[in-house]
């Protein structure tokens, strides 16, 4: 191990708890990497008994690839680390527990935008509640919507605190209602996952101890954004050793408004309630000395007190050397010399080959959705410079969603629909009338374009057929040839193909809407209702809302275009070069006309010094924005040093005035070295069923579904699947776990999981087809196989393979004498062809050969068993029977990570149901 003193001690350093102050910069990740395979190698302890958390899925995943990479050549059982995000981690307690939860199997968990719909769905409830009218009396956003946003917003705070209510109030009793609303739809939202976990494991003492007694040790990363409801669970799943390791720097915390409190860092030591060691990673092998010096003067400008953990700023050798890194790239008052001046330079530093690519510039800003620098990105592209801005809320002004849209009202509005009267008065309506002209104007000058929105528009002026719902009508819009071209584009970048991945968001959008309205099939009597929900609300509301656009969860600086980020989104990344903007803003408190009401509900809010806090977070956020830079810092605005408001602001204004211009001489542009963009080191993840074989039946399609998340349309024949595999895992379990069972709660069991799917995919079976589907559990239930005993059920298993991972989900475990089988259930008719047999025979093999790599006993092979007629076909397994199937694997994942997709492997049997048979441009599908 190359590290220092500090790194060092905090990698030996595993019992009692350890709370490590890391700088920007100061190798945080390797330190933990390194402290992981220390723990595992050196102290011999299991990965299973280690819990690591994250602040987001790609810091969970570059980690677990990391220490996959430093393992691989170890026989070290990986499969059983807890890893991820606090939230992902919750969910799998939820999971592993669910039948203690509030939740049934096949639950789903709501995104902020679901949270916001469900709510207004469900408005009725809380209008009836004591105290609706005089709690909402003075409030100046009386719509159905903004009174969601704000139940929504306390909800969320009651959770994140993990408050327990039981008072007559109107806001108790309005969360008690929704907590019991929720459930009853087997939704959760993403704060309710954590007190969900909580409250399982407080109140089921003998689960508690379970996972205790596996979870000896455990990591958390980016402490100082943690909420009180996740310091709650991190120390109750700490037990008695307390063997707790919390990594953070308060300097860096930037969630309050998220409901994080830094004073679990800064209380850390006196709340963890054994003797804590403090460790301070202070070294910052990121920046350049200039840019290291600049951030310690913007951080030391503010007088803290106690409510800072003291630390210095270290340079390495390496890095020890006197030059200019910080200068200020400004005009004076002319926003077009300004975005000139920017553009000139992005320019000059591509032109001289300073930088290879855009992708090394990020800027910085409070807001990316501000007109200025909306316009800013709008400018730079003109000039022929890419910009990546995802969450700059252009995503509804983007040519394709405008088209698309315009091509819904057009096929969708009556004359008696309530938009098309303007019985309603929208701020949307101005957009559709946008979207609506473009498609006429258009049609005008083709005729060909003309002809197919006739067909699609005559299809569902007069209904006569099964004709599906929005999201079919979605599948036939995107047949037209307008659409042709994105969907042809060979390039696979992010930038290039914006379009595509935003017809794939818009895709989901349309399933939401269908969900949501419970619609299978659009006929005469509701396309009107369907229509006037979809435009006046649905839409409506997204659009306030604001959609952001694909992330790439590995690409986080796409090639050939400068990234626009706020300075949240950019926490944890790090960039040559970064520019930061937003110069004109000012310390503000948050707009709280509920702040007295909030102290009666939420404690510890005298942590700090209330008129402190918005000078602490405001320096917080830009040392956070400061310290992304490697290589040069640059602070531009357009300066104004007349009237109130002054650019750059009061609290820059020192700093700013200390730091010379670009073009003054002090930055000495022979000498400047940038650095590429890092590459982050995550493997992609491939399974059998999900990847080797939906590529191999379609390339195309794959793409489509996988790449660009096109939603496929749900069939009944899924539905029954879901079904029953949910209720053979539900015996299973019970069986592993020392349930009682009998037919009676399996029925049960089973008729109540078919209510929830009903609603949750709004589907439904003939009863016919559910009865035959309770008469198959029920004879595995009775049958052979579960006379053998059951190791494992649903068990997550997966093993590193080069430059990708190889996962699967096994059925079933079984114990079989001393070796190990597989079960693999299969809904479907064992009438099947010789390739999908040979398919099946090699996805056991493929699973023996996972569970070999996971497990020290034996595997001798497996089982397919049809559900339909209860037929076993056994699959014997050797090692090396895996070879042929891992040399696919490599062919295929590599053809994939190579963007090879255009193939379109034609049958018609699956050609016929696929939800792109009509726009396969230039192939007579069938």
Same mark, same amino acid.
């Given at each position: ?31 933990? $990497?390194e402290r ?9 302890i ?13 810091a969970?995943?570059?980690?677990t ?19 991820g995000?606090?939230?992902s981690?919750?969910?799998?307690? =939820?999971?592993?527990? =669910? ?8 639950y789903? $968990? ?5 949270? %916001?719909f ?10 009836e509640i004591?105290?609706f009218?005089?709690?909402?009396q ?11 946003e ?14 327990e209510l ?26 309710m ?36 409801i996740q ?5 109750? =799943? ?8 919390v ?7 930037i969630y309050r ?14 709340? $963890?309630?054994k ?6 990673l ?20 503010l ?26 790239l ?5 926003e ?7 553009a ?44 990546y801005?995802?969450r ?8 394709e ?13 009556r004359e008696n ?5 303007n ?33 699609? #528009?005559?299809?569902y ?9 929005l ?15 994105i ?19 818009f ?32 839409l %409506? ?10 992330e ?9 275009? $400068? ?8 926490k944890g ?13 000012v310390?503000e408190?948050?707009?709280n ?39 040069l ?18 609290p ?51 793409k ?19 079904? =029953? ?8 379990l019970?069986?592993?776990n020392g ?20 609603? %949750? ?5 003939? #009863? ?20 053998n #005993?059951i ?8 093993v ?8 699967g ?6 114990q079989?004498?001393?070796?190990l ?48 007629n ?20 490599d ?18 049997? #699956?050609?016929?149901?696929c ?12």
């Open positions: 191990m190359n590290l220092n003193l500090s790194q060092k001690e905090v990698v030996e350093n595993i019992d009692g708890p350890l709370l490590i102050i890391a700088g920007p910069g100061s190798g945080k990740t390797r330190t933990l $990497v992981m395979i220390y723990m595992i190698k050196d102290k011999n299991k990965p299973e008994e280690i819990l690591v958390s994250t602040f987001t899925e790609r969970a995943r570059e980690l690839t990391r220490i996959g990479n430093r393992l691989k050549n170890e026989k070290i059982y990986l499969e059983g680390l807890y890893i995000t606090l939230h981690i919750c969910l799998k307690i =939820i999971d592993e527990n =669910i039948e203690y939860s509030n939740l049934k199997r096949g789903r $968990v709501l995104d902020n935008v679901d949270q %916001k469900f709510v207004f769905s469900k408005l009725k409830f809380f209008k004591n105290g009218n005089k709690f909402f003075n409030k100046n956003y009386l719509t159905n919507w903004k009174i969601g704000n139940l929504i917003k306390w909800f969320n705070k009651f959770s994140e605190e993990g408050l039981d008072d007559n109030s109107f806001l108790t009793q309005s969360y008690l209602m929704y907590k019991k609303l929720i459930f009853e739809e087997n939704v959760i939202d993403f704060s996952i954590q007190c969900e976990a909580y409250r399982i494991l407080k109140e089921n003492l003998e689960i508690l101890k379970k996972l205790q007694n596996k979870i000896k040790y455990t990591m958390i990363d980016e402490y100082q954004d943690t909420n009180t310091e709650k669970l991190i120390f109750l =799943i700490g037990g008695k050793e307390q063997n707790i390791c990594v953070g720097d308060d300097d860096q915390g408004f998220r409901g994080a409190t830094i004073r679990n860092i800064l209380q850390f030591e006196g709340r $963890v309630g003797i804590c060691k403090v460790v301070k202070e070294v910052n092998y990121r920046s350049e000395k200039d840019i290291v010096n600049f951030c310690k003067e913007w951080i030391d400008s007088y803290w007190d106690e409510f800072r953990h003291s630390k210095e700023l270290i340079v390495p050798k390496e890095k020890n050397i006197d030059r200019t890194r910080v200068v200020k400004s005009v004076e008052s002319s077009n010399k300004w975005q000139e001046r920017i000139n330079f992005l320019i000059f530093m591509k032109n001289s080959k300073k930088i290879n690519d855009y992708n090394q510039v990020a800027f910085l800003f409070r807001s990316v959705k501000n007109k200025k620098i909306v316009s800013l990105a709008h400018y730079l592209e003109y000039r022929g410079i890419g910009v801005s995802p700059s809320n252009l995503f509804f002004n983007r040519e969603i405008i088209l698309i849209i315009g091509i819904f009202l057009y096929v969708l509005l629909s309530k938009i098309y009267n019985e309603y008065k929208l701020e949307i309506l101005d957009y559709y009338k946008k979207c609506l002209n473009i498609i006429e104007k258009k049609i005008k000058v083709d005729e060909e374009l003309k002809k197919e929105l006739e067909i699609i #528009k005559s299809e002026e007069n209904i006569n057929t099964n004709i599906g719902n999201l079919n009508l979605y599948y036939k819009i995107i047949s037209i040839k307008c659409f042709k071209e969907f042809e584009n060979k390039d696979n970048s992010v930038l290039e193909n914006r379009a595509l991945y935003n017809l794939g968001i895709s989901k959008i349309v399933e939401k809407a269908d969900k949501i309205s419970s619609i299978q099939n659009l006929n005469n009597e509701n396309i009107i209702k369907i229509g006037d929900y979809f435009f006046t609300m649905h %409506k509301f997204l659009k306030q809302n604001g959609v952001d656009e694909y790439d969860i590995k690409e986080y600086a796409p090639k050939g275009a $400068v990234s626009f980020l706020t300075i949240h989104q950019s990344l790090e960039f040559p070069i970064v520019i930061v903007g937003s110069l004109e803003s310390p408190s948050d707009k006309d509920d702040e007295e009401l909030e102290k009666k509900y939420i404690p510890y809010n005298d942590f700090e010094p209330e008129y402190r806090i918005k000078d602490f977070d405001f320096w917080r956020l830009y040392y956070t924005a400061f310290s992304r830079a490697k290589n810092l640059i602070l531009s605005c357009i300066e104004n040093s007349k009237g109130k408001r002054q650019i750059p602001s009061l820059f204004k020192r700093v700013y005035e200390n730091i010379p211009d670009i073009l003054s001489g002090d930055l000495n542009f022979s000498e400047l070295n940038i650095e590429n963009t890092s590459i982050i080191d995550i493997k992609d993840s491939y399974s059998y069923t999900g990847d080797l074989l939906k590529y191999k039946e379609c390339p195309y399609r794959y489509l579904n996988k790449i660009y998340d096109f939603q496929r349309k749900k069939t009944i024949e899924n539905f029954y699947g879901t079904l =029953i595999h949910e209720s053979f895992e539900y015996l299973n019970s069986i592993l349930k009682d069972l009998n037919i009676e709660k399996i029925q049960n069991k089973y008729y109540s999981d078919y209510e929830f799917m009903k609603k %949750k995919e709004n589907l439904f079976l003939d #009863k016919e087809v559910l009865n035959k589907g309770l008469e198959q559990i029920l004879n595995y239930y009775n049958g052979d196989l579960l006379k #005993k190791v494992d059920v649903e068990k997550n298993l997966f590193f393979r080069g430059a990708y991972t190889i996962e989900k096994l059925d079933l475990i079984i079989e004498g001393e070796n089988k597989i079960v693999d259930f299969k809904t479907g008719s064992d009438s099947i062809d010789k390739e999908s047999l040979e398919n099946y025979i090699s996805q056991i093999k493929l699973y023996c050969y996972l569970l070999s790599m996971n497990s020290e006993k034996k595997v001798s092979g497996g089982y397919i068993f049809f559900v339909k209860e037929n076993k076909i056994e699959v014997p397994y050797n090692i090396g029977d895996e070879e042929e199937i891992l040399k696919d694997f062919s295929i994942t590599e053809r994939i990570s190579n963007g090879m997709f255009s193939e379109k492997r034609l049958s018609e049997e #699956k050609c016929l149901k939800e792109f048979k009509k726009h396969c441009f230039g192939i007579n599908m069938i």
